[in-house]
């Protein structure tokens, strides 16, 4: 699996600049195609040019801010400027341009633009809307379950991303299912027959690292009497998944960010390079761009690490979901435990909607297997079963929030319990709660409900 060539046009007045960059371009194996003017260049950028545009700011007839505003905006321009157009290039950032780089400059960051420009790039072109996508999207459905607007994105965003062959960061919550989305990514990719290896890095020691990452030699430490694989070359060809990346040690990780760059690994007592070809998929519960920022985090791996982000919304935030999964799970619970599934009242869904979930969809997996099980030897109901973890609490009862909003969100869950248990039905909604149409559909619109998304 090669990835293609990069690929980028550059534009520039001066022959000598078009002459030395496109050398030094061509010998970091970047495709180069140059032009005197933009004018010239302009009908080779069409919205589906691949590559990315380096142009000069200042230049006769068409200049880079201009030709900047003419070219689709997704495709990444990096512009050029001498001393005294800072605050003009300043400018073009905010008009869209991808970076922008200093006279006189470094080859070599030149280059390392281009990189993540054109990685950008790719990930541009695939996560454009494509029909054929539908009947994949229809499948994860099964996977990642949910009828909200933020869980169909997130679908979309898997099954476009799968395509490329880049690195991702997922974001999200503790529970969430950043390894469920994962895992997708890789199920939906070309690496779907290689393996997928999956490790919590906060769940190994600091000294044990190396070894369990990188694998070791026998005898390269006490207690090694055996060569060991590490878990980049079980996953070589394939998807490795690294969660809780935000818990590695700094000291370690350069040597991550070197092993990322080189794409080759050599076991700890060993001076044997291994080519790798592999995808990381990388996991965090923490913002890694604040954390970078504050210094808790490299900046150059994180930016080596994300190619691409996938944000995963916590429960509370697509609670019309709630009662779909716990359904879900209850049936799962009940075929697992060869249980009969109680049917959920309507006081069961208020009290699903209305509770905070902070552990997102691992606490409701939970509490839907603890309900399946208590319901067979005590008759308790969804909101007692609730109530009986100190731990949990019903988010309208906590004091956080202004009136107004906590009634809001009591609205927004009676709604959405009877369009559940309707079905989708908005006459009968309109009935049950003595609402005229139009009020129904201003609060539904509101609160982001669609009825297709209940029937």
Do not use: C
Request: proline share 5%; hydrophobic share 40%; charged share 25%.
């Amino acid at each position: 699996m090669t990835d293609p060539q990069m690929q980028a046009v550059i534009i520039d007045d001066d022959p000598e600049v078009l002459e030395s960059l496109e050398q030094w371009l061509t010998l970091a194996d970047i495709e180069v195609r140059t032009f005197d003017s933009a004018q010239n260049a302009l009908p080779e950028l069409t919205p589906d040019f691949p590559g990315v545009i380096v142009s000069d700011i200042k230049m006769p007839g068409m200049d880079g801010m201009s030709l900047l505003q003419a070219v689709d905006p997704g495709i990444p321009v990096i512009l050029i400027t001498g001393h005294g157009g800072i605050a003009q290039a300043v400018e073009a950032m905010k008009l869209g341009a991808y970076d922008f780089i200093e006279k006189p400059y470094k080859p070599d960051r030149l280059v390392e633009l281009i990189r993540r420009a054109w990685q950008q790039r790719r990930v541009t072109l695939a996560t454009a809307p494509q029909v054929a996508d539908s009947d994949h999207e229809e499948d994860l459905a099964g996977t990642l379950i949910g009828h909200s607007k933020a869980m169909y994105r997130l679908r979309e965003q898997i099954i476009a991303l799968a395509k490329v062959n880049a690195d991702i960061i997922i974001m999200g919550e503790t529970g969430t299912g950043k390894e469920l989305v994962a895992r997708s990514l890789h199920d939906y990719s070309i690496r779907r027959d290689q393996p997928f290896m999956a490790i919590n890095v906060a769940a190994i020691p600091e000294n044990l690292l190396e070894s369990e990452l990188f694998g070791h030699e026998a005898g390269a430490f006490t207690g090694a009497n055996k060569r060991q694989i590490g878990i980049f070359e079980a996953a070589n060809n394939g998807t490795l998944f690294l969660d809780e990346i935000e818990s590695m040690p700094m000291a370690f990780q350069i040597k991550l960010l070197r092993v990322l760059q080189e794409r080759e690994v050599s076991r700890v007592g060993s001076r044997e390079t291994i080519p790798l070809n592999v995808r990381v998929i990388s996991a965090s519960k923490e913002d890694l761009r604040e954390a970078a920022t504050d210094g808790r985090f490299r900046e150059d791996l994180y930016y080596r690490l994300m190619v691409a982000e996938i944000h995963i919304p916590p429960l509370r935030e697509r609670t019309a979901d709630i009662p779909m999964l716990f359904s879900h799970f209850l049936r799962e619970a009940g075929q697992t435990n060869q249980l009969p599934v109680p049917d959920l009242s309507y006081d069961d869904l208020i009290a699903l909607e209305i509770h905070d979930w902070p552990g997102n969809v691992r606490e409701l997996r939970h509490t839907a297997e603890r309900y399946l099980l208590t319901r067979s030897f005590n008759d308790i109901s969804v909101q007692e079963l609730l109530q009986l973890g100190s731990s949990n609490r019903m988010s309208v009862h906590s004091g956080e929030g202004s009136l107004s909003e906590r009634l809001e969100q009591v609205e927004k869950a009676l709604i959405s319990a009877e369009l559940t248990h309707h079905k989708g039905n908005i006459k009968a909604v309109m009935e049950v709660l003595d609402l005229p149409r139009r009020t129904l559909n201003q609060k539904m619109q509101k609160y982001g409900l669609k009825r297709e998304a209940f029937v």
